[in-house]
């Protein structure tokens, strides 16, 4: 079922506000993206990301960038720039972590932080695992195929993310609990689960999936979903996902925005 909004809201507006696809040519160095989270707080929060450009959160529906950009975006995973900016962005995840468990939990022994309930958020697609070799293989490339993509789902045809999975066993040596939260339906989880085993990816708490009939967009359902965890008692440092709707609206300490120039989703 979809948690309640029983929390004061807070609104992260416009990050980046293009639309237009760019390509990084050199390595590129995670930087940090000022973000308004409303007139409420008086110091507004970071996201840490790549120069990746995509919509604000004014923009209300998904959207694939199409065939138009094929070129473009192949090469940008083909030549290894993905995986360059993929790990310059899991490593400011590690060391803004390490020293917020410090802040947190007063320690960064992994008795201690575990026992501070000091906790990450990692979503799934594009996060922990790649869906770039089934979509860029489209007909129609970087388009959306939802035959396409439950079948890739189903026979596990997205193989891990090797920065990002190497940061959540990172954050499970640190003591970091580590929670799953997915765009993926309810509908999904045995698949999902059976992939992510597959997949090394294990010793999470829980995968948080998107409940069957909810109509919330994904930034709203998912701070709802860290506000859930928060109210039972869980820190959330850092949350780490390929969409500004993995880390709007609160509930997290730091965002930790992975590239991902095929799609976006609110």
């Known amino acids: 079922m979809a948690f309640a909004s029983g929390h004061s809201r807070r609104t992260v507006v416009g990050v980046v506000a293009l639309l237009a696809l760019a ?19 008086s110091a ?35 030549s290894g720039q993905a995986a360059i900016d993929q790990s310059s962005v ?19 022994k992994p008795a201690k932080v575990k026992a501070c309930k000091a906790a990450a958020v990692f979503d799934i697609d594009e996060t922990l695992l790649s869906n770039y070799e089934w979509i860029s293989t489209l007909a129609v490339p ?23 999975v190497a940061l959540f066993d990172a954050f499970k040596r640190l ?8 765009g993926r339906s309810e509908n999904s989880r045995a698949v999902t689960e059976s ?22 967009n994904a930034g709203d359902r998912k ?13 959330i440092g850092p949350s780490v996902g390929d969409q500004i709707s993995d880390m709007s609206h609160g509930a997290l300490g730091r965002g930790f925005l992975l590239p991902n120039p095929m799609y976006y989703l609110p």
């Open 195 to 216: 992939c992510l085993a597959k997949s090394g990816i294990t010793g999470y708490s829980a995968l948080i999936l998107d409940p069957v009939g909810n109509t919330q």
């Open 223 to 235: 701070a709802d979903q860290r506000q859930a965890l928060i109210e039972k008692g869980w820190k």
């Open 23 to 41: 390509i990084p040519t050199t390595s590129a160095i995670a930087a940090t993206v000022p973000v308004d989270p409303g007139p409420a707080l």
């Open 142 to 164: 970087f388009s959306y195929d939802s035959a396409a993509s439950n079948t890739a789902n189903s026979n596990c045809t997205t193989p891990p993310i090797k920065a990002t």
């Open 90 to 108: 899991t490593k400011a995840a590690l060391s803004w972590t390490k020293n917020w468990v410090n802040r947190a939990c007063g320690s960064q």
């Open 44 to 78: 507004g929060k970071v996201i840490i990301g790549t120069s990746q450009n995509l919509p604000s959160l004014e923009v209300t529906a998904a959207w694939n960038i199409g065939s138009y950009a094929a070129p473009q975006v192949s090469a940008y995973y083909t």
């Open 175 to 182: 003591g970091v609990t580590a929670f799953l939260i997915t």
